[in-house]
């Protein structure tokens, strides 16, 4: 089996992670810290917005079962790519929208997909490209956050349900019976 990373960032990644852990062909996600300057960021130093640092999962897919594209398109469906730097309530450099591409490959792509995404925006998408970067895992109390504890925090419950909505909606055949 072919294995392939996705870096993207859309906001808070407990909810772009709950987007894509349930996806046919993707094997793992994880959500992580990438783009910034200071060496292994804590949770803290990224979200006070210093470090450069945005939230973002790292998906490791098979490329045979589902496209990087895809990928993308999902990406762009359930999150907002319009707004700079925020989604939603969450407001800073840490919560934009970005892509991190691994190749050239994945650069083209990226630069297809905003293109395939702007049809659907009543906005321009500011969803960077950026240089792909070290990538800092968050601490072990992030990973699969919605599956451990998210139906009972408030946030998750006002914003992942309907990302969710929208995957299923859009990309029924992608999700995992």
């Not at 999902?74 to 691994?102: E, K, M």
């Amino acid at each position: 089996m072919a294995q392939e990373i996705a870096t993207l960032a859309g906001g808070c990644f407990w909810c772009t992670e709950a987007v894509y852990q349930n996806l046919r062909g993707v094997t793992s996600v994880e959500s992580g810290y990438i783009g910034g300057s200071l060496p292994d960021p804590t949770y803290e130093q990224v979200c006070s917005g210093s470090t450069g640092h945005a939230e973002a999962i790292r998906v490791t897919f098979d490329p045979d079962v589902i496209s990087y594209a895809d990928l993308l398109d999902i990406f762009f469906a359930t999150h907002d790519p319009t707004t700079l730097n925020r989604q939603g309530n969450d407001i800073g450099t840490q919560y934009r929208s970005a892509i991190f591409p691994h190749s050239p490959e994945q650069a083209e792509q990226a630069r297809a997909g905003i293109e395939r995404a702007q049809a659907d925006q009543s906005a321009p998408i500011v969803t960077a490209i950026e240089a792909d970067a070290p990538w800092y895992p968050a601490e072990d109390y992030h990973q699969k956050y919605w599956d451990r504890v998210g139906d009972r925090n408030p946030y998750c419950m006002a914003v992942i349900p309907p990302k969710l909505a929208k995957l299923r909606k859009g990309f029924a055949e992608r999700i995992e019976a």
